[in-house]
């Protein structure tokens, strides 16, 4: 694709990278076959290949309207188009580019605006979000229904979490909204590798990793929370941990973008591709044990199969990391059954907060995703991410957690 950047982007770094993209793309349209939001409306602008279009127009002529604001947002940043893309295209990173020049040159309306620096200002706050969800559930009752089923009921509570007894010790992200509503599943984690030979530890202040605020276009802030996190994981870094080990896959997507995030802080670049480097989502680890696993499973015949569940990969799981059926050889190891899904390269729709901005396609999204979860009667619907986690199990007919839980309750 040829390009002409306007002066007011291009020898920017962000207009060089934009730029390399841009003349990445070969109009081939294989993305649209796999793209969520052009199968459910049939736009070719609510496709990557439009989108990028409408990405090249602004980049060139530095005009935006609210059409092109409509069409970048409607995308969940499933990435899925990389995944699909022969050539190559870095779609997520042009689009983070994209949407930041509309955010600032287009604007918002009033109510938009609002609800974006809410989320952007409590999310990322752990004491404060788990604060204002006690206070949902309290109030739950006497809510609009509309409103209600929007307030995910009370987890479990965290489990016992082994103390350090091991040589190997690795890092874990705490998360911002993950404490709350999935309390358990940094503990199951530490549970499970204790079991291998590793300890898991969380190193206090490792909150947010960032990606909350900089996918809402509040990118300094999102960038602030990446060097606060850098900074409470480093002197455990320089002590000797082996990893960084996450278990919610949107943050490990951005936990292992660090590199590229931060490429142009000169105080902090380096640090940030040491961190990308050691990032690991909780199932690689996992599955580089996977002999010591096979010996713990359970193996007694007369117990039967495992349960039989439906595995759910989140969009940041296998288009965000290309992590693909690591997580299935994890759990056909341990004995589980899995059932098959169809369409399993599809979003569910939870997108980090595109649930919340864009309800009415995030709800349809859900609602074929759960459709293709349910086809395999599978008796749990496992996953890899609090956010895709908790919206399926809004409408599941069937418990839903995530799989290191599952794993953690079926090993002795």
């Given at each position: 694709?040829?390009?002409?950047?306007?002066?007011?982007?291009?020898?920017?770094?962000?207009?060089r990278?934009?730029?390399?993209?841009?003349r990445?793309?070969?109009h081939c349209?294989?993305?649209?076959?796999?793209?969520?939001?052009?199968?459910l409306?049939?736009?070719?602008?609510?496709?990557?290949?439009?989108?990028?279009?409408?990405?090249?127009?602004?980049?060139?002529?530095?005009?935006?309207?609210?059409?092109?604001?409509?069409?970048?947002?409607?995308?969940?940043?499933?990435?899925?188009?990389?995944?699909?893309?022969?050539?190559?295209?870095?779609?997520?990173?042009?689009?983070?580019?994209?949407?930041?020049?509309?955010?600032?040159?287009?604007?918002?309306?009033?109510?938009?605006?609002?609800?974006?620096?809410?989320?952007?200002?409590v999310?990322?706050?752990?004491?404060?979000?788990?604060?204002?969800?006690?206070?949902?559930?309290?109030?739950?009752?006497?809510?609009?229904?509309?409103?209600?089923?929007?307030?995910?009921?009370?987890?479990?509570?965290?489990?016992?979490?082994?103390?350090?007894?091991?040589?190997?010790?690795?890092?874990?992200?705490?998360?911002?909204?993950?404490?709350?509503?999935?309390?358990?599943?940094?503990?199951?984690?530490?549970?499970?590798?204790?079991?291998?030979?590793?300890?898991?530890?969380?190193?206090?202040?490792?909150?947010?990793?960032?990606?909350?605020?900089?996918?809402?276009?509040?990118?300094e802030?999102?960038?602030?929370?990446?060097?606060?996190?850098?900074?409470?994981?480093?002197?455990?870094?320089?002590?000797?941990?082996?990893?960084?080990?996450?278990?919610?896959?949107?943050?490990?997507?951005?936990?292992?973008?660090?590199?590229?995030?931060?490429?142009?802080?000169?105080?902090?670049?380096?640090?940030?591709?040491?961190?990308?480097?050691?990032?690991?989502?909780?199932?690689?680890?996992?599955?580089?044990?996977l002999?010591?696993?096979?010996?713990?499973?359970?193996?007694?015949?007369?117990?039967?199969?495992?349960?039989?569940?439906?595995?759910?990969?989140?969009?940041?799981?296998?288009?965000?990391?290309?992590?693909?059926?690591?997580?299935?050889?994890?759990?056909?190891?341990?004995?589980?059954?899995?059932?098959?899904?169809?369409?399993?390269?599809?979003?569910?729709?939870?997108?980090?907060?595109?649930?919340?901005?864009?309800?009415?396609?995030?709800?349809?999204?859900?609602?074929?995703?759960?459709?293709?979860?349910?086809?395999?009667?599978?008796?749990?619907?496992?996953?890899?991410?609090?956010?895709?986690?908790?919206?399926?199990?809004?409408?599941?007919?069937?418990?839903?957690?995530?799989?290191?839980?599952?794993?953690?309750?079926?090993?002795?």
């Amino acid at each position: 694709m040829q390009t002409s950047l306007a002066d007011f982007i291009k020898n920017t770094h962000e207009g060089r990278e934009a730029d390399a993209i841009l003349r990445s793309c070969v109009h081939c349209g294989f993305c649209t076959a796999t793209c969520p939001t052009y199968q459910l409306l049939g736009d070719e602008l609510d496709g990557p290949r439009g989108r990028i279009y409408l990405m090249k127009q602004l980049l060139e002529t530095g005009k935006a309207s609210a059409k092109t604001r409509v069409h970048l947002d409607r995308c969940l940043t499933c990435r899925s188009c990389e995944t699909t893309c022969p050539s190559g295209v870095r779609y997520g990173h042009l689009l983070d580019i994209s949407r930041q020049i509309v955010s600032e040159r287009v604007g918002r309306p009033p109510a938009q605006a609002f609800l974006r620096r809410t989320l952007a200002a409590v999310l990322p706050r752990p004491a404060l979000f788990a604060l204002l969800l006690r206070i949902g559930r309290l109030l739950r009752p006497l809510l609009p229904q509309a409103l209600a089923v929007k307030i995910p009921a009370a987890s479990a509570r965290a489990g016992a979490w082994p103390q350090p007894r091991h040589r190997r010790k690795m890092l874990a992200l705490a998360g911002c909204v993950q404490p709350s509503l999935g309390p358990d599943i940094n503990s199951a984690a530490a549970r499970v590798l204790d079991r291998l030979g590793i300890s898991l530890i969380e190193a206090q202040d490792a909150r947010c990793c960032g990606a909350l605020r900089y996918h809402l276009d509040f990118k300094e802030p999102g960038l602030d929370d990446m060097r606060r996190l850098i900074d409470a994981w480093w002197p455990h870094i320089e002590r000797g941990a082996e990893a960084v080990v996450i278990t919610a896959s949107g943050c490990g997507a951005m936990v292992k973008d660090y590199g590229h995030a931060l490429a142009h802080d000169k105080a902090y670049a380096a640090k940030a591709a040491r961190i990308s480097a050691l990032a690991k989502d909780i199932a690689e680890v996992v599955a580089a044990e996977l002999g010591a696993l096979a010996r713990l499973a359970p193996k007694d015949p007369s117990l039967g199969p495992g349960p039989r569940v439906a595995f759910h990969p989140p969009c940041t799981l296998q288009h965000g990391q290309k992590i693909k059926g690591v997580t299935e050889r994890v759990l056909e190891a341990a004995g589980f059954e899995l059932a098959p899904v169809p369409d399993s390269h599809l979003c569910c729709g939870s997108a980090g907060t595109y649930s919340i901005l864009q309800p009415k396609l995030s709800q349809q999204l859900k609602r074929n995703k759960l459709a293709a979860l349910a086809s395999g009667m599978p008796e749990m619907i496992l996953s890899s991410n609090i956010a895709c986690q908790s919206h399926l199990a809004n409408g599941a007919d069937v418990p839903v957690k995530h799989w290191i839980e599952a794993l953690d309750e079926r090993l002795p």
